[in-house]
Nanobody, 126 residues
Framework: QLQLVESGGGLVQPGESLTLSCAASGFTLNGYIIGWFRQAPGKEREGVSC????????KYSDSVKGRFIISRDNAKKTVYLQLNHLKPEDTAVYYC???????????????????WGQGTQVTVSS
């Protein structure tokens, strides 16, 4: 059974960092595109970052570009999102997602993803 489990969320102060992890079980990440999305209360889901299955090409939303880093370790079946220089507006539930698709282009559209994690809360507050 294919499953994604996120971890690493928490409460941090502005300017601090967090690393979110998303562990896959029941499948390998080879040939899968990956994405990180977030949803804040009262707001629509936002694509934060995504990575292609070929070449690990990455894309970031303008709101996080230069602060967040997406990565993957296929051998460990884990994807990561490093969140640096966090701001209060980064507060949200963060979700990882994957889908099988061989492509060099990162895909940051949520509707393209078949499998989702349960989400992990990130709260940035002083």
């Amino acid at each position: 059974q294919l499953q994604l489990v996120e971890s690493g969320g928490g409460l941090v102060q502005p300017g601090e960092s967090l690393t979110l992890s998303c562990a896959a079980s029941g499948f390998t990440l080879n040939g899968y595109i990956i994405g990180w999305f977030r949803q804040a209360p009262g707001k629509e889901r936002e694509g934060v970052s995504c990575m292609s299955s070929i070449g690990s090409n990455a894309k970031y939303s303008d709101s996080v570009k230069g602060r967040f880093i997406i990565s993957r370790d296929n051998a460990k079946k884990t994807v990561y999102l490093q969140l640096n220089h966090l701001k209060p507006e980064d507060t949200a539930v963060y979700y990882c997602a994957v889908t099988a698709f061989w492509t060099e282009a990162p895909v940051c559209v949520g509707s393209e993803y078949d499998y989702w994690g349960q989400g992990t809360q990130v709260t940035v507050s002083s």
